[in-house]
């Protein structure tokens, strides 16, 4: 091992507590938001509790107030968003991924990647305070619209409201700076040799991701501080009343939320590109179309925020202007999944449990893409704006992403990460599991969106048209497959804890994968590589009989995929 990989014995805090190796951050990214995803799917579990059966004590959290719902459906959205999927799927795999995949031996700032993470788990820290505060948790949406937000005279939770906004100043802060390592890192610290168009996908996904974030995120973080401000001094920044608008917010927000769905997106897409690529044994389909699909989609995410808008009171002739842009954004999305099918065609697949969760994803994601269709236009969209058409549309576009996206990298880089196998029976039984109680859960909503289900009503007693028992069975089997969906979860926890310590030993590279992170021991250790790699541009070959793995950029030219099948 060469001199600069030397290092003293370290203790537990500084091993894994005040770490500043790349791979330890990013299981404290992982290990956190999974954390937050249990409390985010208790949430869940609770108001769809009382969606089914309105008014009961639900168990494990009692009698559920109107004041308590709309906490509860504020924190769920926040918490799966900007407490599990961005640090998950960008935080944990490209901390863990980027110096691996690079040939690097850490991050370029290894300091300030300590740092970021600090900051995250603050903010945390600080939701989950104020769910324990008086009046408990904010409960005004989680795009924290005024002026449910601002006001105090309509704000039920005047401590709850301020600390979820610091809490999640604090978590973009986190991520700028972890966007900052990500970008100078993937720039400046490759091995020899890789050149731009050598980089694994899923890295251009990660960073081009962090680009889009910090060029999005600033508007957003100027008008957190002026809530802030009228929430704890009383500015009117949102308060027609002080010459204020509350529209304003909204274009804040959806200049930065917008983005954000690809900001999360793009990862998730990085993730099953590479696993769709070795279990086809087949080369990345378009590399460079990809590439350049995902520059113009992240171009035009920056002019289809205010299609969130169209009941707003916008000119409607911007309607129109955002309508053409929300179609058109749609055309580089439905070029990527056109190109992973081409992936797939005339390939020999190996159904092993990454590559189901990633031809899932596909199924899964294409569903939200065309219900999408439907709100992007102007007149549509004024009839199912707020409703559970909505809620079903977002949920089919995010679970894919967050969680499918995630079950997806985790089972494909474990062997990896941990040096060990994941048990492959249960693996397909936690895919199934949840697979098939999703579409029982979010099917359901489509027809309640349909027929005039609005959001944020924690119960339809009230509302006789909604309140028919057609309608009541379909909460009911949504409830009923999410708890299903919620308690085969504990398998993949079983799973994962149990083939950590007691897994079969992994291979060095038990796909046959061709990225340079299969090259170093399970799990790498500290400073990844004995001796830095060069890339090389040899000839394209699944394997080769004197070595491990043979990398080659996905972009070069490769054999007649019918000699590669078994």
């Given at each position: ?110 300091r300030i990647n300590r740092l970021s993470y600090q900051i995250f788990l603050l903010s945390a820290l600080v939701l989950i305070a104020s769910f324990f505060v008086p009046n408990g948790g904010f409960g005004g949406s989680w795009t924290a619209y005024p002026p449910l937000s601002a006001e105090a005279q309509y704000n039920a939770t005047p401590l709850g409201a301020p600390m979820w906004v610091i ?128 520059f113009a989609t992240g171009i035009l995410s920056f002019v289809v925020w205010a299609h969130h808008q169209f009941i707003a009171g916008i000119d409607p002739r911007m309607a129109n202007l955002f309508t053409v842009t929300t179609l058109i954004i749609s055309v580089p999305i439905a070029e990527l999944c056109f190109v992973y099918i081409a992936t797939l065609y005339g390939a020999s697949i190996t ?8 031809l899932a994803f596909m199924a899964e994601f294409l569903i939200g893409g065309v219900t999408g269709i439907f709100l992007g236009a102007s007149g549509l969209d004024v009839y199912y704006h707020d409703t559970y058409f909505v809620v079903a549309h977002f949920h089919y576009t995010f679970v894919p992403i967050a969680i499918i996206g995630f079950y997806a990298g985790i089972t494909y880089w474990f ?152």
């Amino acid at each position: 091992m060469s001199e600069a990989h030397t290092h003293h014995e370290m203790s537990f805090w500084e091993k894994y507590v005040f770490s500043t190796d790349h791979k330890i951050i990013g299981f404290q990214y992982m290990f956190t938001g999974l954390f937050m995803a249990l409390i985010g799917g208790f949430f869940v579990y609770v108001f769809r509790m009382q969606l089914a059966f309105p008014g009961i004590d639900v168990p494990g959290f009692g009698h559920v107030s109107e004041l308590a719902y709309n906490s509860l459906v504020t924190n769920h959205g926040t918490i799966m968003i900007f407490w599990f999927a961005m640090p998950v799927l960008i935080a944990a795999f490209g901390n863990f991924l980027i110096p691996l995949m690079i040939g690097a031996d850490d991050m370029v700032f290894p300091r300030i990647n300590r740092l970021s993470y600090q900051i995250f788990l603050l903010s945390a820290l600080v939701l989950i305070a104020s769910f324990f505060v008086p009046n408990g948790g904010f409960g005004g949406s989680w795009t924290a619209y005024p002026p449910l937000s601002a006001e105090a005279q309509y704000n039920a939770t005047p401590l709850g409201a301020p600390m979820w906004v610091i809490a999640v100043g604090l978590e973009f802060v986190a991520f700028l700076l972890g966007g900052i390592n990500f970008i100078t890192t993937l720039m400046n610290a490759r091995a020899p040799g890789m050149k731009m168009y050598d980089i694994p996908i899923v890295l251009w996904m990660i960073v081009i991701a962090s680009i889009l974030f910090m060029c999005s995120v600033g508007p957003l973080l100027a008008g957190a501080i002026m809530l802030l401000f009228d929430q704890l001094i009383g500015t009117g920044f949102y308060n027609p009343a002080h010459g204020g608008d509350p529209l304003l917010w909204q274009h804040l927000f959806w200049f930065f939320g917008h983005p954000e769905v690809y900001v999360v997106l793009l990862p998730a897409m990085g993730i099953v590109a590479e696993i769709m690529a070795v279990f086809a044994r087949k080369k990345l389909f378009g590399y460079k179309t990809i590439l350049y699909s995902v520059f113009a989609t992240g171009i035009l995410s920056f002019v289809v925020w205010a299609h969130h808008q169209f009941i707003a009171g916008i000119d409607p002739r911007m309607a129109n202007l955002f309508t053409v842009t929300t179609l058109i954004i749609s055309v580089p999305i439905a070029e990527l999944c056109f190109v992973y099918i081409a992936t797939l065609y005339g390939a020999s697949i190996t159904f092993s449990t990454p590559m189901l969760w990633a031809l899932a994803f596909m199924a899964e994601f294409l569903i939200g893409g065309v219900t999408g269709i439907f709100l992007g236009a102007s007149g549509l969209d004024v009839y199912y704006h707020d409703t559970y058409f909505v809620v079903a549309h977002f949920h089919y576009t995010f679970v894919p992403i967050a969680i499918i996206g995630f079950y997806a990298g985790i089972t494909y880089w474990f062997p990896k990460m941990f040096g060990r196998m994941l048990n492959e029976y249960w693996g397909k039984v936690h895919f199934w599991g949840t697979i098939i109680p999703f579409n029982f859960i979010f099917i359901p909503l489509f027809i309640l969106g349909a027929a005039g289900q609005h959001r944020r009503i924690s119960g339809y007693v009230h509302f006789p048209d909604l309140y028919t028992q057609d309608l009541q069975n379909l909460r009911i089997i949504a409830t009923v497959s999410l708890i299903a969906m919620l308690a085969f979860q504990v398998v993949f926890i079983v799973n994962m804890v149990y083939s950590w310590f007691r897994g079969k030993k992994a291979e060095i590279n038990p796909w046959k994968a061709n990225t340079l992170e299969w090259t170093v021991p399970s799990p790498p250790p500290h400073g990844n590589f004995a001796e830095f790699p060069t890339v090389y541009r040899g000839p394209y070959e699944y394997s080769h009989p004197d070595r491990e793995v043979d990398y080659w950029p996905q972009n070069e030219p490769g054999p007649d995929p019918a000699k590669s099948r078994k």
